[in-house]
Structures are given as structure tokens and as C-alpha cells.
């Protein structure tokens, strides 16, 4: 076996499970399709990453397991989240309605903090590197990826899938994790946009393209939940942080 686990995916999930791995003693390599790991974090906050909320909780999640929503915050809390930056260098700054962003650094630095510890663990990123297929072995998996025009193959006792969703393709999204799950037999719940904009057609589109530009603070609500925050007019619709939430 090459290591412990094989992580594919240097996102913001597969690089704290590579730290984690590391503070149990074990030995993972991490595998990114990207020229350089974190690279939805460097986008994240227009560049500023803001990497948590004072105020999440688990009830403003949508899943189809709340049970598993629950349990995650419970076992790594917004606190623990908070103390584990603070550790590394990074103190945060609440910009609005609770949202954390390193106070003097920005989205490089959350990224250099990952990564770091990732070299003084002794863990290994592997970046231009393409996984092509995974084989589950009796006692473990082996994952073959293409890196400069040759194939490489790795075994391992453990996987992890860290690939993220569909969004932000131009930065690297596939839908490679629902395509190895669907290869499993797993049960998929069918994705959909989230996060997004909303686009105005019709009648009053022409009025809304008017208003381009001007912010507004107000409660945006549907049947079951509101957030209270600013909301953008564009030249196509609606967008700012309580239309994105609400989508």
C-alpha cells in the first residue's frame, strides 16, 4: 500500500481530512486535478475567503438526513472552526450577520494554513493530477490518474471521494464522485442549482435591468425559511447574499 487513504480532491474538504488524517498518524496522498490545491477557497469572499458564520446551525441546512447535519456540528463546532484558524495565524473578523473573514490576510492564507500543515505532517498533494478510474481491491482500493501524460497508479487502505459538486466548472468541477457513485449502486438524490442568481424575464425584465446596480437591505422568504440581508439588482435579475441564500 502507498499510504493510508487516498484523498481525491485538494478542496476545502479533502485538505482539512488530510490535516485531520495527519493529527491521527496517518499517512495520506492527496490528488488534484488543479494546478494548485484550495482552488474554490482562493474565489471564496471575492478573495477574502469568509470560512465560517458565527451563527450557522444545523436547522439552516437542507438535507435529506438532518440526523447528519446534526452530528457534524456536534462533533466540529463554528468554535472549533474558529480556534483551529486562530492556531495557524488567522483571526477572524465579522464582516456582517456573522460572517467570519481573516481579519488582515485573505483567501491565500487560508489555503497557505492547509497546505502547511499538510508538509509538516509529512502529507503529500499531488496537483495536474487527473484521476481516470478507482478499483476496490479486497483489502483496499487502488486509483489510477494521468499526470503529465503518464499513468500512475496508487493503492490505499481507505478512500475518500472529495471532489465537490457541479458548480464552477471553468475551476475544475466534474461530476466525477455521482458518476463513481452511480458506478457503486449508492443511491443518488438528484442535484440541483444552488446558490444562484435569479433571472427576471418577461414584462419585467426591462424594469429590473433599470434598477442595475442599486443594493437594498430586506427579508427574502418562501414557505418554509427568510433570510434578512442585502439583496442586488442586475441587468438580469436579482443576486446579492439573501437572494443566493434563498435559491
Known amino acids: 500500500m502507498n499510504a493510508d487513504a487516498i484523498i481525491i480532491g485538494a478542496g476545502a474538504c479533502g485538505l482539512m481530512c488530510a490535516v485531520q488524517a495527519g493529527y491521527l498518524g496517518k499517512k495520506v496522498i492527496v490528488l488534484e486535478k488543479n494546478e494548485k490545491p484550495g482552488a474554490k477557497i482562493l474565489i471564496s469572499g471575492g478573495g477574502r475567503c469568509n470560512y465560517t458564520n458565527q451563527f450557522a446551525s444545523a436547522e439552516q441546512f437542507i438535507s435529506a438526513n438532518p440526523h447528519f447535519i446534526k452530528s457534524s456540528f456536534t462533533q466540529w463546532t463554528v468554535d472549533d472552526t474558529i480556534n483551529f ?119 419585467d425584465e426591462e424594469w429590473f435591468a433599470q434598477l442595475s446596480g442599486n443594493s437594498v437591505f430586506c427579508e427574502v422568504s418562501n414557505d418554509e425559511m427568510s433570510f434578512e440581508e442585502n439583496i442586488l439588482f442586475t441587468h438580469w435579475g436579482l443576486s446579492g447574499p439573501a437572494i443566493l441564500q434563498i435559491s
Not at 481491491?137 to 494521468?146: A, N, P, R
Open 85 to 203: 484558524f486562530e492556531t495557524y495565524g488567522i483571526q477572524g473578523k465579522e464582516k456582517t450577520l456573522g460572517q467570519l473573514f481573516p481579519d488582515d490576510k485573505n483567501a491565500k492564507d487560508v489555503v497557505q494554513v492547509f497546505t502547511s500543515i499538510c508538509e509538516d505532517l509529512g502529507q503529500e498533494i499531488r496537483c495536474n493530477a487527473d484521476v481516470k478510474d478507482i478499483e476496490i481491491l479486497s483489502d483496499g482500493f487502488k486509483v489510477s490518474y494521468e499526470k503529465n501524460g503518464k499513468k500512475i497508479f496508487l493503492t490505499a487502505k481507505s478512500l475518500v471521494v472529495a471532489t465537490g459538486g457541479l458548480p464552477i466548472p471553468k475551476m475544475g468541477a466534474t461530476d466525477f464522485a455521482l458518476r463513481f457513485a452511480r458506478k457503486q449502486d449508492l443511491r443518488i438524490i438528484e442535484t440541483a442549482p444552488a446558490l444562484v442568481p435569479l433571472t427576471i424575464t418577461g414584462k
